[in-house]
């Protein structure tokens, strides 16, 4: 049987009660598609320890975590700690940490799941977006003087290399290619920020020489926000940087339905480190404790996590689980349209395995 070594970090809110309802689901794929076990190991990093120990993660917690095959993360964040504190000091300094500058986010509508979007449903929105991970606007780059005077003065650097870009566009390039479309859209503002993003459209433009196969489009990133929004169907895979892919998926979660059902990979596609799988939902503390958490963005996220550990029947199984889940309507969370209770997710999912 193949074993699968997996960290598993809950962190805050409700990152605690969804990350066990996905190990319990995990463990019903298992029974279900045999072959394979994920052997979980748990670690209380988060707020919580940062309240105890005064640090979000041990100093060696990446070497700690170095030898797991993945990572399950749940979310991190806590409304009495400031917010870059708590995301530097757990998720960006693992992403950093174990290089996994292939931020992966597909979105879809599910049938069943109401969009905001008028007369949209299942099949209109199908998107994959590959957001740079490492660098650019949160590469930690800059700081702070004459603090507490009139001429304090703060700068944030936004850092892109070659080497970065490049790499990350390949990425996209090839799942592009994948996919049936074979249609990537690129997005930048390099009408106003002149250098970073006239390099990122300079380098799209050379890799997809590579990549004949491949229709590229290029777009402005406010512009793309009201392409998601009008046009839904003329995009399919979408590539852009840090900060940009970071807005526009939270977007695209919100018009599929909800961010309870947006996953997230953290890739270190060369498969040097472990890499992170998550929902993009975020602590949700106003929610926290009372059982109503969506679970299936966890769901979606451990279907990746199967994906990229070559368990393709699995991952398989998962999203048909959760596409008939939705298709029924009879165990939705609140918001997807719902009353159920994320125990009962759980459990239909678990039954929707067949």
């Given at each position: 049987m193949r074993t699968h070594r997996i960290a598993v970090?809950?962190?805050?809110?409700?990152?605690?009660?969804?990350?066990?309802?996905?190990?319990?689901?995990?463990?019903?794929?298992?029974?279900k598609v045999g072959g394979f076990h994920c052997e979980p190991t748990r670690f209380p990093w988060g707020s919580d320890y940062y309240r105890a120990?005064?640090?979000?993660?041990?100093?060696?917690?990446?070497?700690?975590?170095?030898?797991?095959?993945?990572?399950?993360?749940?979310?991190?964040?806590?409304?009495?700690?400031?917010?870059?504190l708590t995301l530097w000091g757990l998720r960006l300094k693992i992403c950093q940490g174990?290089?996994?500058?292939?931020?992966?986010?597909?979105?879809?509508?599910?049938?069943?799941?109401p969009s905001p979007l008028a007369g949209r449903g299942a099949g209109d929105i199908d998107w994959v977006i590959v957001r740079e991970n490492t660098e650019g606007?949160?590469?930690?780059?800059?700081?702070?003087?004459?603090?507490?005077?009139?001429?304090?003065?703060?700068?944030?650097t936004s850092v892109f290399t070659r080497a970065g870009v490049e790499r990350v566009m390949r990425f996209a390039f090839r799942l592009a290619e994948s996919r049936p479309r074979k249609h990537l859209t690129v997005i930048?503002?390099?009408?106003a920020q002149r250098h970073g993003m006239v390099m990122w459209d300079e380098i799209a433009a050379d890799i997809a020489k590579e990549f004949p196969a491949v229709t590229v489009r290029k777009l402005l990133v406010d512009a793309a926000t009201t392409v998601m929004v009008k046009d839904p169907r003329s995009l399919d895979t979408i590539v852009a940087t840090n900060l940009h892919a970071?807005?526009?998926s939270d977007l695209a979660g919100a018009l599929a339905g909800s961010l309870g059902?947006?996953?997230?990979?953290?890739?270190?596609?060369?498969?040097?480190?472990?890499?992170?799988?998550?929902?993009?939902?975020?602590?949700?503390?106003?929610?926290?404790?009372?059982?109503v958490a969506n679970p299936i963005a966890t769901f979606w996220t451990v279907a990746?996590?199967?994906?990229?550990?070559?368990?393709?029947?699995?991952?398989?199984?998962?999203?048909?689980?959760?596409?008939?889940?939705?298709?029924?309507?009879?165990f939705l969370p609140a918001d997807i349209g719902g009353k159920a209770r994320m125990a009962e997710t759980t459990d239909a999912t678990i039954s929707a395995l067949g």
């Amino acid at each position: 049987m193949r074993t699968h070594r997996i960290a598993v970090v809950p962190g805050d809110g409700i990152g605690k009660e969804v990350v066990p309802e996905g190990l319990r689901l995990l463990a019903a794929v298992e029974k279900k598609v045999g072959g394979f076990h994920c052997e979980p190991t748990r670690f209380p990093w988060g707020s919580d320890y940062y309240r105890a120990h005064g640090v979000m993660m041990p100093e060696d917690g990446n070497a700690t975590l170095k030898p797991f095959d993945a990572i399950l993360f749940g979310a991190v964040g806590d409304p009495e700690l400031p917010d870059h504190l708590t995301l530097w000091g757990l998720r960006l300094k693992i992403c950093q940490g174990f290089d996994q500058y292939a931020n992966v986010r597909p979105t879809r509508i599910f049938p069943g799941v109401p969009s905001p979007l008028a007369g949209r449903g299942a099949g209109d929105i199908d998107w994959v977006i590959v957001r740079e991970n490492t660098e650019g606007e949160y590469s930690g780059v800059g700081g702070r003087a004459h603090r507490g005077l009139p001429i304090e003065v703060a700068m944030e650097t936004s850092v892109f290399t070659r080497a970065g870009v490049e790499r990350v566009m390949r990425f996209a390039f090839r799942l592009a290619e994948s996919r049936p479309r074979k249609h990537l859209t690129v997005i930048t503002k390099s009408n106003a920020q002149r250098h970073g993003m006239v390099m990122w459209d300079e380098i799209a433009a050379d890799i997809a020489k590579e990549f004949p196969a491949v229709t590229v489009r290029k777009l402005l990133v406010d512009a793309a926000t009201t392409v998601m929004v009008k046009d839904p169907r003329s995009l399919d895979t979408i590539v852009a940087t840090n900060l940009h892919a970071d807005i526009l998926s939270d977007l695209a979660g919100a018009l599929a339905g909800s961010l309870g059902i947006a996953p997230t990979a953290n890739l270190n596609p060369e498969r040097q480190f472990p890499s992170m799988f998550e929902p993009i939902h975020g602590s949700a503390f106003d929610i926290m404790g009372k059982g109503v958490a969506n679970p299936i963005a966890t769901f979606w996220t451990v279907a990746m996590m199967l994906e990229h550990l070559g368990e393709q029947a699995g991952a398989d199984a998962i999203m048909r689980a959760i596409e008939r889940v939705c298709a029924e309507g009879k165990f939705l969370p609140a918001d997807i349209g719902g009353k159920a209770r994320m125990a009962e997710t759980t459990d239909a999912t678990i039954s929707a395995l067949g």
